[in-house]
């Protein structure tokens, strides 16, 4: 067993073999710009991005047309709040997102502000589950888009997406939700919401290539680009495309969309026994949204009296976070956490820990050992 055991999968996945090997090809023998029309080199590439393009489509249940292909999520995540807000300013320019987003959303939506937007940030229950009543209330006359996380990438809480769509529908309001955290870890469709942002590297792709999903009808979304250039992606993203990183996208999607259920199955058990066995040794453990639908491979705990810091410093052959990639190192409490009503000492002694297809049985049973030890040494020298 390799360590240190890399228990942060929620941040970066690693490239599966099997979409490295379709990627290969596009580095060297077939390199051409899918947007080179007049030769072999560039039909060749826009074939693989049509391939890619029906893949990730498949796994979401969009259509082809659908997807637009980005840098990544938080890429699409701006194309989707300041495109939609561009192009419907006239309609209004109220938005609504939850405390509890994605930091790619709430500076997002924060720069929305500084523009003349006005955003209302709702809040979550101790669980850090948004309420459906009161986003209903929320909504108003001049709301133009709702932004919601499909999962939490801290605590892994999934949200009914399509029971706050419906409403949002019902008003005329355009949905997206950020699907960063759930895509290719549980079932997603695009059926009842109008964009949606997802990120190759979540779901062992690449890093640098993400989607867009726009919907095209019954609502089609109107949307201004943020990045202008060579009219590539139906004149919705400039810039020459990453064919190997759109190519092991499609792949890796292609993958979820087969293994999905079975590592969900296998993932969920890895979790639950990873708990189980935690809270049977450390008495002080919490568990955070335990009482949440939630991902299957994502626990969020903290140690009664501990830093997060501190347990890490003494894991060292565990790799693991205390939130965020994005925040981390901030020294920041973590938002999520606060937002459900945690005070700032007890979301700095949280930990994040995440798995996926490559953890195993053994991984987690170390794992498991090592942080009972490291508290247990920490009490001691305390």
């Not at 019954?218 to 810039?239: D, F, S």
Request: net charge negative; aromatic share 6%.
């Amino acid at each position: 067993m390799k360590t240190p055991v890399y228990l942060d999968y929620n941040a970066t996945t690693p490239v599966d073999p099997r979409v490295v090997e379709r990627m290969l090809p596009y580095f060297t023998d077939t390199f051409g710009n899918a947007s080179s029309k007049a030769h072999a080199y560039g039909w060749a590439a826009e074939e693989a991005v049509d391939v890619a393009r029906d893949q990730v489509a498949a796994l979401l249940g969009a259509e082809p047309g659908e997807i637009v292909f980005t840098s990544g999520a938080t890429e699409s995540i701006n194309l989707a709040i300041k495109g939609v807000a561009a192009a419907n300013a006239s309609r209004g320019r109220h938005l609504i997102t939850w405390a509890t987003e994605h930091s790619a959303v709430l500076d997002t939506c924060r720069a929305m502000e500084r523009s003349g937007f006005e955003v209302t940030y709702l809040p979550v229950d101790e669980e850090g589950r948004a309420s459906v009543e009161e986003f209903t209330d929320a909504l108003r006359d001049d709301t133009i888009l709702v932004a919601m996380m499909w999962a939490n990438n801290e605590t892994g809480v999934l949200n009914p997406i399509e029971a706050f769509a419906e409403v949002a529908r019902a008003q005329g309001v355009y949905f997206f939700a950020d699907a960063t955290q759930a895509v290719g870890k549980a079932p997603v469709s695009v059926e009842a919401v109008d964009l949606l942002a997802c990120s190759a590297h979540k779901f062992y792709g690449p890093k640098g290539v993400g989607a867009l999903y726009v919907r095209r009808r019954n609502p089609r979304v109107r949307l201004t680009p943020v990045i202008n250039g060579g009219g590539q992606e139906q004149g919705l993203r400039g810039g020459t495309l990453n064919v190997p990183g759109i190519v092991g996208m499609g792949a890796a999607a292609e993958l979820a969309r087969e293994e999905l259920e079975a590592d969900s199955a296998r993932l969920r058990g890895l979790r639950d026994r990873l708990e189980r066995t935690l809270e049977e040794s450390l008495p002080e453990l919490v568990i955070h949204s335990r009482n949440a639908a939630r991902l299957p491979q994502t626990v969020n705990i903290r140690i009664r009296g501990l830093k997060a810091d501190h347990v890490m410093g003494a894991a060292r052959d565990l790799a693991f976070s205390a939130g965020s990639a994005c925040a981390s190192g901030s020294g920041k409490p973590s938002h999520v956490l606060t937002a459900m009503g945690l005070t700032p000492d007890e979301a700095r002694s949280a930990i994040r820990l995440s798995f996926g297809r490559f953890t195993t049985e053994e991984e987690i049973n170390f794992a498991a050992g090592r942080l009972v030890e490291a508290v247990e040494a920490l009490r001691e020298a305390a």
